[in-house]
């Protein structure tokens, strides 16, 4: 079947500049098309992803140039689809966040090798999400778009408003109407529209899908749809960032949270990269999953032993990762196979127990999507699936302020006493 290269009114090259991005590939069946926002193959429908010239040289220059840059993400736009001056345009420049070596979690959990947090909450917004739609937003600029927007379990909402108030975007966003508060005032805060829709993620994603081909979504940037290769690509700075706060070394095993399974592959895209380019000693690693029962498609489909991930209705209290049809989930199931991972699930009371876990131990308080990761992390220390004896990153994508209600009917104050010694004593305290 013969395939042309999608025109788009923007995709000349001379006037697209995302940096050392050269196309579009085909995860599928690998056919190219020119830069643009579109996100499917003409040929076989199969998902498209950013494909570059990466730098060529001597890894020693590379790495001296990225220490030399700045303490956020845009350290690393020689390897981003973004133009070479994008430090200098208005973004929220997210990331760079901390790598916590949390002794106090590993002495817990019997892990000897060494274990790290990769805390995101650090972000802008309080997610990771910041790290995905400072790449989408220059991809925006690049091909003309006005409006910003994006189907979102909570947490891409804030980002995307947020973002889009800095750069000087409209922006309306769209989420399942039942979110928890602190997510819901977080997005709408910015002063974008914010619209709640009457059903789940998977309903709200079908909505945007119809909206982009209607009049009505005309000039409309989705970040995680017809952006969604370049959105995508913001995940490789976590892999980036990880190694190389470990002193340029690749971990043996990290822990990724599941929603759409974006994160994951990029994670593992990213790792190769530095491979690649000489940047880390090439040894094996491997990628686990998490996902928590109440929504586990792609946790079902790897225990199973399938290929195809079969579409779930989330119920659980990790609302951030509730996607019961996760786009890339057959992926993450090759990534997580090929390096000899494995993806795991925990319940709703495990989820909170990692949360306080997390808190007591490190003084890190995270969202629901952590105490999953988390929580997956030590079920399978416990199963003796992650090896105790080796280097291991958890990344913790969000924060606990966000998601009180999870916590909050197990946590208060000690005590009530009156402003005396006395009742201090009697309350049993001193
Ligand atoms: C969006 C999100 C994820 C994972 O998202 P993917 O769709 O799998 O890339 C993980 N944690 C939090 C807190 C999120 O908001
Ligand atoms: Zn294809």
Request: hydrophobic share 40%.
């Amino acid at each position: 079947m013969a395939v042309q290269t999608v025109a788009t009114t923007t995709d000349s090259a001379d006037t697209v500049d995302l940096g050392p991005a050269s196309a579009l590939a085909c995860r599928e069946c690998g056919e190219r098309f020119a830069l643009g926002p579109i996100f499917a193959c003409e040929a076989c429908f199969g998902p498209l992803e950013v494909a570059y010239d990466l730098p060529s040289g001597d890894p020693e220059d590379l790495r001296k140039r990225i220490e030399s840059g700045p303490e956020n993400i845009w350290r690393y736009a020689p390897l981003l689809p973004v133009p070479a001056d994008v430090a200098s345009k208005p973004n929220l420049n997210p990331g760079f966040t901390k790598l916590v070596q949390a002794d106090n979690l590993a002495r817990e959990l019997g892990v000897t090798g060494g274990l790290w947090v990769k805390d995101d909450s650090g972000n802008p917004t309080h997610s990771f999400k910041d790290r995905v739609v400072a790449q989408a937003i220059e991809a925006a600029r690049a091909f003309g778009f006005t409006t910003l927007s994006c189907s979102s379990t909570g947490n891409l909402a804030g980002a995307v408003g947020a973002a889009a108030a800095r750069a000087g975007f409209r922006s309306c966003v769209f989420i399942p109407h039942d979110l928890e508060q602190g997510k819901v005032v977080m997005a709408a805060v910015y002063g974008g529209e914010l619209v709640g829709i009457e059903g789940n993620y998977d309903d709200v994603n079908r909505f945007c899908s119809e909206l982009i081909g209607d009049p009505a979504g005309e000039g409309w940037g989705f970040v995680n749809v017809n952006l969604r290769p370049y959105y995508a690509e913001g995940s490789k700075t976590l892999a980036y960032e990880i190694c190389e706060q470990l002193g340029w070394r690749l971990p043996d095993q990290i822990v990724i949270p599941i929603a759409s399974g974006s994160q994951l592959t990029k994670i593992d895209k990213g790792l190769q990269e530095l491979v690649k380019l000489g940047l880390v000693e090439d040894r094996p690693y491997k990628i686990f999953g998490a996902q928590a029962e109440g929504c586990s498609p792609v946790s079902a489909a790897f225990k199973a032993g399938h290929d195809v991930v079969r579409p779930q209705k989330p119920d659980t209290i990790a609302k951030s990762l509730a996607i019961g049809n996760p786009a890339d989930g057959p992926y993450v199931l090759d990534i997580c196979r090929r390096t000899g991972g494995a993806v795991e699930d925990v319940t709703d009371e495990e989820i909170v127990d990692a949360i306080k876990l997390l808190a007591r131990t490190e003084g890190i308080f995270t969202e629901t999507a952590g105490g999953t990761t988390l929580g997956v992390a030590r079920k399978l220390i416990e199963a003796g699936v992650i090896d105790p004896s080796l280097t291991t990153v958890v990344v913790n994508t969000g924060d606990g302020l966000k998601t009180l209600d999870a916590v909050a009917p197990t946590t208060g104050m000690s005590a009530v006493i009156r402003p005396n010694l006395d009742s201090f004593r009697e309350a049993g305290l001193a």
